[in-house]
């Protein structure tokens, strides 16, 4: 009887470790299908439009003169993202060490979980708070014709991403040990000097990976800035000029394109090359966070 | 401790991104096949117990739920439709995924192929027309252009309202994107003067927005903006440009005299379809569903 008892018991727990190894790997075979796929579709684009004239190209101009460029569309995602991070590092960064060092417990406890929540507004909720509001005060501010900028992107972007930038890196500067901070202090240093010069340091892979991921979110994003970068395809180097992103491309142009078609499987193509954008990014912080780990 | 929850942060953005990715891949497969749908129920009439799926053009689906719901009201059954653009809608066709396909531009030969080889015999069926009314934000005083003005100001050959008599102010120029039919039909139409400059694209300046609202939203709440919507878009407070000499309305699409009008259409898979199918292409054609064409916006088939 006590036999039958553990070998029911092994059956189970044999049961439930397979059980819990299938719901691991489906994750990592979606993410695998979802790169075939990707590639599948891109397959016809590769083989017949020539790689570097892809890549180097100057005009998107996909169903009127077949040129598919895509620096027109690179350059735009690159200067909405970078104006993103130039707006979200400093904000993000400064509020987390207020809250994680300075803020009394109870104003940090109010306030990292309200900042949280600015993570679940959607981004549809931000792109019409970019149409109503931030796009009529930029043109105002800088006298231009329309507000539909590369700018409002980066802004209401770099908002996006603040919850993420702000709440890792915080988690980040409260995993370092409070013994640090009391040698610090003990050894004559001031507040500012301590969190300067101890703290950052030692939280700042943490750092790197929470703007890493915030980055991932910022180019990744489509609702937002299809609906306020204006979707200009053209090479532009200035914030106050109408862009187009990547994302925003396949958004836009997929409904139309006749399926199967050079049109569509470009779109693909640079769905594809948007995705190793991301990967590389989310392997980068992954590095990073695991250097937190090892430490 | 501390760190514990770190790292559990750490991994709950992980899986979130992942997340995001997968439901973002799932959309983008899912673009085809629209997103509007509506579905009605009677009891009781001729049809009832039968379906209709229908998909297609975004500039169709209003009217063509208006159709649906009229249809089903008066000969019961159940009517699907669904948007997807005219692209998806004649994708679908070829898929066998609907019965008929909405499209606000004529079916391409790349598709009509395709269509050939899954052993199809399309069919076409011109079901209203619509006119491209230009507009203007209120402060231009510009009011009549020509087909060949709009070609230049939409290249971006002319860049100020001074060159077309109007004040000393830089042209913004609104559009739609590729994947609208109202889009690429001002671009064969307008920008390629009827295909006959066909090398000619949207200025890479143009702001491209996804809505007729979008564009109206834009023209109201700047200067000097010029765009073009839908005759069913128009408002009383927006200001139209002449073209050509003449006005958009509904009068100067139906006789003929406004240059920028097309045909929208429903695509068929084959002469013969379902019962239920051919008693809607009738309803749409007759009278009565003419009528609803024009309450919205468009233009009857009647005498053109």
Redesign the interface.
């Known amino acids: 009887m006590g036999k039958f008892k553990s070998k029911a018991r092994n059956v189970k727990s044999f049961l439930i470790s397979r059980f819990i190894f299938l719901n691991g790997i489906i994750s990592i075979i979606i993410l695998a299908l979802i790169l075939a796929f990707l590639i599948a579709n891109s397959i016809r684009f590769f083989s017949s439009y020539p790689f570097l004239e892809f890549l180097t190209g100057q005009k998107w101009s996909p169903t009127v003169l077949g040129e598919f460029g895509f620096l027109p569309l690179l350059t735009g995602s690159l200067l909405v993202t970078f104006g993103a991070i130039v707006i979200a590092v400093p904000l993000g960064i400064g509020s987390a060490i207020y809250i994680g060092e300075l803020a009394p417990k109870a104003v940090r406890e109010v306030l990292k979980p309200i900042i949280e929540i600015l993570a679940t507004i959607p981004s549809v909720v931000i792109g019409f708070i970019g149409i109503k509001l931030l796009a009529p005060l930029i043109k105002d501010i800088f006298n231009i014709g329309i507000g539909l900028t590369a700018l409002t992107g980066s802004i209401m972007l770099a908002f996006m991403s603040l919850p993420t930038i702000i709440s890792i890196s915080e988690d980040a500067i409260n995993a370092v040990p409070t013994r640090y901070r009391h040698a610090s202090i003990a050894l004559g240093a001031t507040k500012w000097e301590t969190t300067h010069k101890t703290v950052i340091p030692t939280a700042s892979s943490g750092m790197v990976a929470a703007v890493m991921l915030g980055l991932g979110r910022i180019v990744g994003e489509t609702m937002t800035v299809l609906m306020i970068t204006g979707n200009s395809p053209r090479i532009v180097f200035s914030w106050l000029q109408p862009v187009r992103t990547i994302t925003a491309t396949i958004a836009a142009e997929m409904g139309e394109t006749v399926q199967g078609g050079m049109h569509y499987s470009s779109l693909f193509a640079i769905g594809l090359i948007l995705f190793i954008i991301t990967f590389l990014i989310n392997f980068v912080s992954n590095r990073f966070i695991n250097r937190i780990r090892e430490s | 401790m501390?760190?514990a929850?770190?790292?559990n942060?750490?991994w709950m953005?992980?899986?979130l991104?992942?997340m995001?990715?997968?439901l973002?891949?799932i959309l983008?497969?899912g673009?085809?096949s629209g997103s509007d749908e509506e579905i009605l129920n009677n009891s009781n009439l001729t049809y009832d117990g039968q379906e209709l799926v229908i998909s297609g053009s975004?500039t169709l689906l209003q009217v063509s739920e208006a159709w649906a719901s009229a249809f089903m009201e008066e000969f019961g059954g159940t009517i699907i439709v669904n948007g997807?653009?005219?692209?998806?809608g004649?994708?679908d066709l070829?898929n066998g995924i609907n019965e008929l396909a909405n499209a606000s531009r004529q079916i391409?030969d790349?598709?009509y192929k395709?269509a050939e080889d899954a052993g199809l015999d399309i069919q076409e069926y011109t079901v209203l027309y619509d006119g491209i009314a230009v507009i203007v934000s209120s402060n231009v005083s510009v009011e009549d252009l020509t087909v060949e003005q709009l070609s230049k100001i939409y290249t971006g050959e002319i860049t100020s309202w001074e060159e077309l008599g109007g004040d000393d102010a830089?042209i913004?120029i609104?559009a739609r994107?590729?994947?609208?039919?109202t889009g690429?039909y001002f671009?064969e139409e307008v920008i390629?003067i009827g295909k006959t400059l066909?090398?000619?694209?949207y200025s890479?300046?143009?702001?491209?927005?996804?809505s007729n609202a979008d564009i109206v939203?834009?023209i109201k709440?700047?200067?000097?903006?010029i765009g073009y919507i839908g005759l069913g878009y128009l408002e009383e407070s927006l200001k139209t440009v002449k073209v050509e000499g003449v006005e958009p309305s509904i009068e100067t699409v139906k006789d003929g005299t406004y240059p920028i009008s097309r045909g929208l259409y429903i695509y068929a898979p084959g002469k013969e379809l379902t019962k239920i199918g051919q008693e809607y292409m009738d309803f749409v054609l007759s009278p009565e569903g003419q009528e609803i064409g024009l309450e919205e916006g468009f233009v009857p088939l009647g005498d053109q």
Request: hydrophobic share 30%; aromatic share 6%; proline share 0%.
């Open positions: 501390r760190k929850t770190f790292k942060k750490i953005f992980f899986s991104s992942v995001i990715l997968f973002g891949s983008l497969s673009c085809g975004t997807g653009g005219s692209g998806g004649i994708a070829i391409r790349e598709e395709a830089g913004v609104v994107d590729s994947s609208s039919g690429e671009l390629q066909d090398r000619n694209d890479e300046k143009a702001l491209r927005l996804q939203n834009q709440n700047n200067d000097n903006v």
